[in-house]
T-cell receptor, first 111, second 112 residues
């Protein structure tokens, strides 16, 4: 079993839809959870950052962490064509260790 | 502007040649990382460094080498021993605590 599992998609939704992206993980020591957005041929950019369990909201984006289920989610409300990208989840047990990444989910938002 | 600069953006090399990818950061971050990205593979860790003059192997270090002589710089050399070097290479850095990593724009290496 891989440490971090993420459905690669592709996921295609109409403009304005609510998008749900998810990752599961096996290492109960993970405490820091992140979501990155990567446009084609570009470096990933940090979108959301959460420590331990709970929710975090930033504009149209909401990140959720459920440590009891080892499950994290990213919700995108009112999705836009500019949200079309690959979304990578990442996590680590402490701040001084390298991030472990999911394989990424490719999202297309159709106008 | 603070950030991470990778150069060049595109690199072409003949098989059997060593090539060095540059990564510079002015974020004053202690830790720096090199990842390789292939289609369908996600990001795989090659090497990382948490402090100057020290670095550790990641999951796929074979055929690669690094140095960390300055806090700002973490160059990656792809040697002729790397069997399949054509890939997208990403450099990142992070502050000491919290683990938030910030990435450069990547170098696409093609070996022919």
């Amino acid at each position: 079993q891989k440490e971090v599992e993420q459905d690669p998609g592709p996921l295609s939704v109409p403009e304005g839809a609510i998008v749900s992206l998810n990752c599961t993980y096996s290492n109960s020591a993970f405490q820091y959870f992140m979501w990155y957005r990567q446009y084609s041929r570009k470096g990933p950019e940090l979108l959301m950052y959460t420590y331990s369990s709970g929710n975090k909201e930033d504009g149209r984006f909401t990140a959720q962490v459920d440590k009891s289920s080892k499950y994290i989610s990213l919700f995108i409300r009112d999705s836009q064509p500019s949200d079309s990208a690959t979304y990578l989840c990442a996590m680590n047990p402490s701040g001084n260790t390298p991030l472990v990444f999911g394989k990424g989910t490719r999202l297309s938002v159709i106008a | 502007d603070g950030g991470i600069t990778q150069s060049p953006k595109y690199l072409f090399r003949k098989e059997g040649q060593n090539v060095t990818l540059s990564c510079e950061q002015n974020l004053n971050h202690d830790a720096m990382y090199w990842y390789r990205q292939d289609p369908g593979q996600g990001l795989r860790l090659i090497y990382y460094s948490q402090i100057v003059n020290d670095f550790q192997k990641g999951d796929i270090a074979e055929g690669y080498s690094v140095s960390r002589e300055k806090k700002e710089s973490f160059p990656l050399t792809v040697t002729s021993a790397q069997k399949n070097p054509t890939a997208f290479y990403l450099c990142a850095s992070s502050i000491g605590s919290g683990g938030r990593a910030f990435f450069g724009q990547g170098t696409r290496l093609t070996v022919v």
